[in-house]
């Protein structure tokens, strides 16, 4: 035989395209010819598969060889086809005679000995050669990646030549172990009755975190904006299985590692202010995912909100409503998902603080709040004034300390979205305008409050929807089939921005 075809993947974006290494051996001067837009890292893979196949015992052909990994028309690049070109080159030369096992993959890099290495951002193959039912033999390096999401029919070597004794049945792989995958303790998040009073900040981010809902804290320094923020790390359900195989290839893609316990845990990215358009969207060649895609399925915080450049902010905003982000470059087209909860602190003004304590004028405030585009805004169902204790209840609040757990809220959440998924399938910040107004269950009567208030606070059509959609939340948490007048309000409160906006120009 001088024509062979081993099949590996190759990652474009979140999918793992299925790669034939085809080789041909010919008659003529010795040459190796590697073809299928390959990059300089696949190029090079020449000089390893030569030294890898001399130095495992086996004899390189001194014919001329030509190796086509198709499809042409996607480029590849990094040392993952090192063992799939050094495997068929063995089976075209007749040095593997018989092939003892089907339906086969291979990825990983050969060392000059002959060894296997670990490769790089291998999980979504892990993931595509498992929903094709086929058996993926990888470096014994990536075990963990296997053992991650559970894949059984995963094989792992050490070296060329024990996937060669493997393939002619002298000799078998190591096969992943079970191992277990859970959600990280919630105690290593702090917890909601640390924090001292804030009771209207604590139920909107109850209702943020039930709903899914976006949601921006505006207070003065030391209110305790960022500590809640993490706090609601602690209270968010686990992640269903499908979600966290996904979003563990996004992170593996990113070099990021997920470990066993954090396989169901939902995401929590706090990327600093001075992130790039790039790191929040994803960038670079090829495209990697950015902060948004890493915080998919989970929660992106940004502190200090007005602080990041309005052009990093306002790429935010089509992501958010289509809960995908396109990187285009000039020969990559990518698209990585981006379903989060945006959560935002910020201060009402550059020095902090507002009223008598201020020390920037009304035209300084409308300046530094003129760095949030309104649209940006929009996009916050939820907004809330986190403001400073009244004297005297700050030793109040700490002798009582009655505040909530985070235990006892994530309970109250994940009750609150079992109910939401039940009844229509998705979270209620999910919820499409039709699918809204057929599950909300509110009367004439109410929608006519709602459209007369918004008229007065110069809403938009948005605003709306996202206010309905949190009186939804509202309702579900206390069990209420149909959303009331209270619940509208409760909802309407919840607009602190809009407020404070309309108190700077009147």
Same mark, same amino acid.
């Not at 008598?356 to 907004?383: A, C, E, K, M, V």
């Not at 579900?476 to 909802?491: C, G, K, V």
């Given at each position: 035989m001088s024509l062979a075809t081993i099949i590996t993947r190759t990652n474009q974006g979140l999918d793992a395209i299925a790669v034939k290494v085809e080789v041909h051996l010919n008659n003529g001067l010795p040459s190796f010819?590697?073809?299928?837009?390959?990059?300089?890292?696949?190029?090079?893979?020449? $000089?390893?598969?030569?030294?890898? @196949?001399?130095?495992?015992?086996?004899?390189?052909?001194?014919?001329?060889?030509?190796?086509?990994?198709?499809?042409?028309? @996607?480029?590849?690049?990094?040392?993952?086809?090192?063992?799939?070109?050094?495997?068929?080159? *063995?089976?075209?030369?007749?040095?593997?005679?018989?092939?003892?096992?089907?339906?086969? $993959?291979f990825i990983g890099e050969l060392a000059l000995s002959g060894l296997l290495r670990g490769t790089p951002h291998i999980l979504p193959s892990v993931l595509a050669a498992q929903s094709s039912n086929s058996t993926l033999v990888l470096p014994a390096a990536n075990r963990g990646d296997a053992e991650l999401i559970g894949y059984s029919k995963a094989l792992m070597a050490d070296s060329l030549h024990s996937v060669a004794e493997f393939l002619r049945g002298e000799a078998n792989l190591i096969k992943p172990s079970r191992r277990q995958s859970g959600v990280q303790n919630a105690s290593n998040y702090p917890d909601f009755k640390d924090v001292i009073g804030q009771q209207v900040a604590k139920f909107a981010l109850t209702v943020a975190a039930a709903g899914g809902h976006n949601l921006l804290m505006c207070g003065s320094p030391g209110t305790g904006k960022t500590l809640m923020a993490h706090c609601l790390a602690g209270i968010l359900p686990p992640l269903a299985l499908p979600r966290a195989q996904e979003v563990a290839a996004i992170h593996s893609i990113a070099d990021l590692e997920r470990q066993p316990q954090q396989l169901l845990q939902a995401p929590f990215r706090s990327p600093h202010h001075n992130s790039s358009a790039a790191a929040l969207i994803g960038g670079s060649s090829p495209p990697k995912p950015g902060e948004i895609s890493l915080a998919h399925g989970g929660v992106l915080f940004l502190d200090e909100l007005p602080e990041f450049p309005r052009r990093v902010l306002d790429c935010l905003r089509e992501p958010l409503e289509s809960g995908e982000v396109l990187i285009s470059r000039a020969r990559h087209k990518v698209t990585y998902p981006a379903q989060f909860q945006l959560i935002a602190a910020m201060n009402p003004s550059p020095c902090g603080h507002t009223g008598?304590?201020?020390?920037?004028?009304?035209?300084?405030?409308?300046?530094?709040?003129?760095?949030?585009?309104?649209?940006?805004?929009?996009?916050? %169902?939820?907004?809330?004034m986190v403001n400073n204790l009244p004297k005297g209840q700050l030793?109040?609040? *700490?002798?009582?300390?009655?505040?909530?757990?985070?235990? $006892?809220?994530?309970?109250?959440?994940?009750?609150?979205?079992?109910?939401?998924?039940?009844?229509?399938?998705?979270?209620?910040?999910?919820?499409?305008?039709?699918?809204? =107004?057929?599950?909300?269950?509110?009367?004439?009567?109410?929608?006519?409050?709602? $459209?007369?208030?918004?008229?007065? =606070?110069?809403?938009?059509?948005?605003?709306?929807?996202? @206010?309905?959609?949190?009186?939804?939340?509202?309702?579900? =948490?206390?069990?209420?089939?149909?959303?009331?007048?209270?619940?509208?309000?409760?909802?309407?409160?919840?607009?602190? @921005? %809009?407020?404070?906006?309309?108190?700077?120009?009147?």
């Open positions: 010819h590697l073809v299928g837009l390959p990059q300089t890292t696949v190029r090079e893979a020449k $000089e390893r598969v030569r030294s890898a @196949i001399c130095n495992s015992g086996f004899k390189f052909p001194q014919r001329r060889i030509t190796v086509n990994l198709a499809p042409a028309d @996607i480029p590849k690049q990094g040392g993952r086809f090192d063992l799939a070109i050094a495997i068929a080159i *063995l089976v075209a030369s007749e040095q593997i005679t018989e092939i003892k096992h089907n339906n086969l $993959e008598q304590h201020s020390r920037t004028t009304d035209d300084q405030i409308r300046r530094y709040l003129n760095r949030l585009s309104g649209p940006l805004l929009d996009r916050f %169902d939820i907004s809330v030793l109040e609040a *700490l002798k009582a300390n009655q505040s909530q757990t985070s235990k $006892e809220i994530a309970e109250q959440v994940a009750s609150c979205r079992a109910h939401q998924v039940n009844r229509q399938g998705k979270l209620n910040a999910q919820l499409s305008n039709n699918e809204l =107004l057929d599950s909300t269950h509110v009367s004439n009567a109410d929608l006519k409050f709602l $459209e007369a208030t918004m008229d007065q =606070l110069q809403l938009s059509l948005r605003a709306f929807h996202r @206010i309905l959609r949190v009186a939804r939340t509202i309702a579900d =948490l206390e069990q209420q089939p149909s959303i009331s007048r209270q619940h509208i309000i409760q909802a309407l409160s919840f607009r602190a @921005i %809009d407020k404070l906006m309309t108190d700077l120009i009147t």
